[in-house]
């Protein structure tokens, strides 16, 4: 009888700790590839291994009443492999403290724009070398924070699903990122979006403000807004976005349009798809000639299970002037160095693993 008792007593405090954190998951992302590229180069790299968003993190949720409840989450980036010794210590991702219920959810900390979470839904190649990033988050050498970004200072709402539309609603404090706590470097971002039967439709609009500091800033504010749209229908797929922002870099009459569209065609565990992205011409204030640019990317996805793929992807970026756009610049594909022409090419076959 003792024996049942203290061996009771025992499970119940290994259990214990265990049913503290039930609520808790740990869950990640290895995305690996193996890269070769070409075009102008700076550092002639014909090839290179690629941790591209890989990411650790924890999220969890506590139910304080019928109608509220606690959640929480913290994740990181780490590098698979693509640079020695990085392991886990990369950027810090999605990492926020919230609640939610019924009336929708609400949270403070670090996480992507409602701007962004649009383009994210809507590309085809996201973190891989056709990444549509590489146009819409703007210009290698610009004043702008970009549009496509994740920020620490953020407060958001975002609505419950109201047959079948939602919206999000953020404040920055400080997009900065320089410690500064004087509201100066503010932003506001929103979305609205519809889905039903297949179709998806999202819009967006983001403005980013500065007391004038900003480099060479003529104005005190920049915008932008997209529209995302897309059709699902017996293994067919078709997307397109655009985006136009204005006074670009807080550079006064730098407006610009990029727009792009996207089509996949799923088979069995296979998937075939193509990508096409252009930003139009515009004035920029550390150029005297317009600046341009097109992406264009082709791809195959091959699920070898539920949480495991591959892929073979090839990518190809066009620009008009050296240092404008860059292929994968910004994009979430591993660290890549700057190119020292207007062109560039890759051909990247990797593996995506999500636990």
Known sequence: MKKNIIAMAVAAAVAAPAAAIADTTLYGKIHASYDFWGGDNVDNSDYSLSSNSSRIGIKGKEA????????????????????????????????????TGGWGTAIAGRHDTPMKRV????????????DSRAILRGRANSQSVGFDERIDNVVAYMTPNMGGFDATLAYIS??????????????????????MAGFMIDGAYEVHNTDGAAGAATTDEESAYRIGAGYKMAGFKVVGLWQ???????????????????????????TIKGQYYVADDAEFLDFTDDAAAELWAVGY??????????Y?????????????YQLTKGTGHGERAAFDGPDSNAFSVGVVHKF
Request: glycine share 16%.
């Open 244 to 270: 136009s922002i204005s006074d670009f870099g807080f550079s006064d009459g730098a407006d610009v349009d990029m727009y792009g569209m996207g089509a996949a065609y799923s088979f069995g565990k296979s």
């Open 174 to 195: 400080n997009w900065s990122g320089d410690g500064r706590i004087n509201n100066e470097y503010d932003a506001f971002s929103a979305r609205v979006g519809y889905e």
């Open 119 to 130: 383009s994210r839904k809507y590309d085809l190649f996201g973190d891989t070398v056709g």
């Open 301 to 310: 996805d091959y699920k070898m299970s539920k949480q495991t793929s591959v």
């Open 64 to 99: 304080i009443s019928d109608n509220l409840s606690l959640i929480y989450q913290w994740e990181n980036g780490v590098d698979w492999g693509g640079v020695a010794g990085a392991g886990l210590g990369g950027e810090t991702r999605n990492t926020f403290v919230g609640f």
């Open 312 to 324: 073979a992807v090839y990518g190809s970026m066009e620009a008009d002037n050296v240092g404008t």
